[in-house]
């Protein structure tokens, strides 16, 4: 199986897995490469340091790491914010890292003389989602640009339509961003970013509600 990886995309795997000698050698190689050939003979050592651990083209990634190598490590899967405008290009994060929970909205009434309040369902709740990921350009330039784009996508004031094949599997193929954050790096081409939203439904409109509309006016 072949991995490929970008130099931001080590440096943050850097962070999530223990000091690996082999690792920063061939880095380090892959840094100092002059030309396309030692590049890729330093790319491959790559791929031998952190077999099982694999960021992938957009959704063909199925595999979810295997082996006795892939326990605990984390997995960027690719998260694409559709545009709402059609002459927008969509936002493709490659490397996005989510989470999510969901709370059921639950009524709860305390009965004099009942030890246990009576519970009565309302609905499965909404999805909270986080996620976290790195802008980066692959030259000594600040990822301006991309910046630009990532904040633009922030603050839509509607839902957003998305592709990820986890959240999608659940259900959820739309979401309002809550917050974001962009916090200091220093790294002179990397910018480290994090969102939450909340899963959303477009709500359906019934004929009836036309025709009472209708009425009304």
């Known amino acids: 199986m072949k991995i490929n990886f970008d130099i931001p995309e080590l440096i943050e795997l850097a ?53 006795r190598n892939s326990f605990g490590l984390p997995i960027f899967q690719p998260l694409t914010l559709e545009s709402p405008d059609e002459n927008e290009e969509d936002l493709f994060l490659s490397n996005a890292l989510v989470s999510f929970n969901r709370q059921k909205n639950i009524i709860e009434t305390v009965v004099q003389g009942r030890d246990s309040s009576i519970k009565e369902f309302i609905n499965n709740g909404d999805y909270n989602i986080t996620v976290n990921g790195v802008l980066f350009n692959k030259g000594f330039q600040y990822p301006v640009d991309k910046l630009i784009e990532f904040t633009s996508f922030m603050d839509k004031n509607t839902n957003i339509k998305i592709q990820h094949e986890v959240l999608n599997a659940v259900g959820v193929y739309e979401i309002v961003i809550l917050s974001h954050d962009c916090p200091k790096t220093p790294q002179i081409n990397i910018q480290t970013f994090s969102f939450t939203a909340k899963s959303d439904k477009p709500l359906p409109l019934k004929i009836a509600d036309i025709s009472q509309s209708s009425q009304l006016l």
Do not use: F, H, M, W
């Not at 223990?18 to 061939?26: Q, R, V």
């Open 15 to 67: 962070t999530k897995v223990n000091y690996n000698p082999s690792l920063a050698g061939a880095v380090n190689r892959l840094l100092r490469a002059r030309n396309q050939d030692e590049y890729e003979i330093a790319q491959s050592e790559v791929n031998t340091a952190v077999t099982e651990y694999t960021i992938d083209e957009r959704y063909t990634y199925k595999n979810y790491g295997s082996g």
